[in-house]
Antibody, heavy 120, light 112 residues
Framework: EVQLVQSGAEVKKPGESLKISCKGSGYSFTSYWIGWVRQMPGKGLEWMGIIYPGDSDTRYSPSFQGQVTISADKSISTAYLQWSSLKASDTAMYYC?????????????WGQGTMVTVSS | QSALTQPASVSGSPGQSITISCTGTSSDVGSYNLVSWYQQHPGKAPKLMIYEGSKRPSGVSNRFSGSKSGNTASLTISGLQAEDEADYYCCSYAGSSTFNWVFGGGTKLTVL
């Protein structure tokens, strides 16, 4: 079964750093792009960026460039989303999603989400 | 780039059909046949319902269909069922130079 399993919920203070993970299984992890999507409480989906684990080619939405870092460790089939200094406005649910290949060009498999709460 | 424009809410009775629109620009929806639609139930992750404008993934009911005209894509759900009540989001590829994607603001579907 193709699946993405994300790390658990986090509660952090403003200014702290954080790295959340997304582990893929059941498919060739290095052959498909993995995207990250933010959903603030009660709000819609926002595309943050995407990485190709095969060569770590990474692209960011202009809205998130410089605010987060996306990375991947192909040896353990895991993608990451990290912050160096969290803000209260980073409080949200974060989803990773696998992008299909040619013939299914969309985000076909989603992780269960990681809730990040930033509060003093 | 700006989010795609969707109606905030739509509603319909069981058995009826509804259509949700998704309006973008000539830089995203109008330029690429890469609009996808996602269903999200409360507290759950999004689920892919339509990709590349009108294609259904394996396992998705044929009551769901997609289309596009110019800068506007549409999702139609026929034979509404109670379990269709959810939020629906459109998404479009938005440019090869930055490999960006953009979502719509979401539409809450209520089955009356």
């Amino acid at each position: 079964e193709v699946q993405l399993v994300q790390s658990g919920a986090e509660v952090k203070k403003p200014g702290e750093s954080l790295k959340i993970s997304c582990k893929g299984s059941g498919y060739s992890f290095t052959s498909y792009w993995i995207g990250w999507v933010r959903q603030m409480p009660g709000k819609g989906l926002e595309w943050m960026g995407i990485i190709y684990p095969g060569d770590s080619d990474t692209r960011y939405s202009p809205s998130f460039q410089g605010q987060v870092t996306i990375s991947a460790d192909k040896s353990i089939s895991t993608a990451y989303l990290q912050w160096s200094s969290l803000k209260a406005s980073d409080t949200a649910m974060y989803y990773c999603a696998k992008k299909g290949g040619s013939g299914l060009d969309a985000f076909d498999i989603w992780g269960q989400g990681t809730m990040v709460t930033v509060s003093s | 780039q700006s989010a795609l424009t969707q109606p905030a809410s739509v509603s319909g009775s069981p058995g009826q059909s509804i259509t949700i629109s998704c309006t973008g620009t000539s830089s995203d929806v109008g330029s690429y046949n890469l609009v996808s639609w996602y269903q999200q139930h409360p507290g759950k992750a999004p689920k892919l319902m339509i990709y590349e404008g009108s294609k259904r993934p394996s396992g998705v009911s044929n009551r769901f269909s997609g289309s596009k005209s110019g800068n506007t894509a549409s999702l139609t759900i026929s034979g509404l069922q109670a379990e269709d009540e959810a939020d629906y989001y459109c998404c479009s590829y938005a440019g090869s130079s930055t490999f960006n994607w953009v979502f719509g603001g979401g539409t809450k579907l209520t089955v009356l």
